[in-house]
Structure formats: C-alpha cells, structure tokens
C-alpha cells in the first residue's frame, strides 16, 4: 500500500508543470549520469546497452530531475521486457532546436493496442504484464514530464531491433520565466 501511494504522488508531481525547475545544465554530464546507471541496470541482465550520439548541444534547459527520470523510467522498461543477453540501443540528436531521444531494445515490442494505450494511467497491456511491481503509471509518468517540457512521446515497434521503440522529443531550451 505505501509503495502505491508513493506512486500516486508521483503522478501528482509529474502533472504539475509549475513543480518543475528549469535550468541550464551540461548535457555532457546529464548523458553521463544516465549511460552510467543504464549500463548497471542493463548489466544485471547481461544486456548490451549501446549510446549513439549525433549532433547533441553542449547546454540545456530543462528541469535535470524530471528528464532523468523519464528517461530511467523508460530504460528500466526497456530491461524488463528485454530478454537476458539481449540490447538496448538509446540515440540521441537534436535537430531544429528539439532533443531527440529514442529507445530501442531487443524484446517483444508494442502490440498495436499497446501502441494507442500504453500513454494512459493504469494501462498494464497484456495480462502476463500484471504484477504487484507495476501499476501501469511508468509511461504515463514519463509522458507527463515530457509534456510539461513542451515535448511528446511516441511508441512504435522497432525495425532495428524487433521490439519496442520509445521516441522522446523536447525542446533544447525551455524558456525560463
């Protein structure tokens, strides 16, 4: 009951823009922290998680807390649905003043139901998916906090790899008020 509580709270936080602090950061360092923890996660599994990097600015706005956090929710379902041994790819761009972050691992992928709903609070997609661990807020949470950057996410299935693909797009600058 506490840890669903804990997760409510951090839905409520995850919908309020106005709780976010922005700021410029390093991105250099931001990616760093997250490659750093991505990799300990993903070696649990022994899952070969691979960084491509393109064109990235040296400075960001945004609030470091909230993207770190949407872009670890995202990587953690990635490990979970990927079978031991398998990958993670995670490219990162920018283009036209907008941060592209895109998530690929070497699982099942997105059914087409997963695809339309998976955004939604409470969606859990097929039943092997239900547990005591996961609530089906993950996604939601991340889709929050990047909406609240100006940004957006989209699920596709991935070619590269045959599994899931999570694209996320923000805004380089967020403008500080």
């Given amino acids: ?29 931001l990616m760093a922290t997250i490659i750093s923890d991505a990799r300990l996660i993903a070696g649990q599994k022994n899952i070969r998680f691979t960084l491509i990097q393109e ?11 909230a993207i770190k956090r949407g872009l670890m929710n995202v990587i ?5 649905h990927t079978p031991t041994g398998g990958e993670i790819l995670l490219n990162v761009s920018e283009k036209r003043k907008f941060l592209y972050f895109t ?22 997609g097929e039943k092997s998916r239900n547990s005591r661990e996961h609530y ?14 100006g940004g957006s996410v989209k699920l596709f299935k991935s070619d590269k790899t045959g599994g899931a693909k999570v694209d996320i797009k923000i805004p380089v600058n967020h403008l500080l008020i």
């Fill in 55 to 65: 064109s990235v600015p040296a400075i960001i706005t945004v609030d470091e807390t």
């Fill in 136 to 149: 089906g807020l993950g996604l939601y949470i991340v889709d929050n906090l990047v909406k609240n950057h």
């Fill in 76 to 80: 953690s379902n990635a490990v979970v």
């Fill in 103 to 124: 998530v690929e691992d070497s699982g099942k992928g997105f059914s087409r139901e997963e695809m339309k709903s998976a955004l939604e609070p409470f969606y859990q």
């Fill in 1 to 29: 009951m506490e840890r669903y509580l804990m997760i409510l709270m951090d839905i409520i936080e995850s919908e309020k823009e106005n709780n976010l602090v922005f700021k410029d950061i390093s991105f250099t360092t």
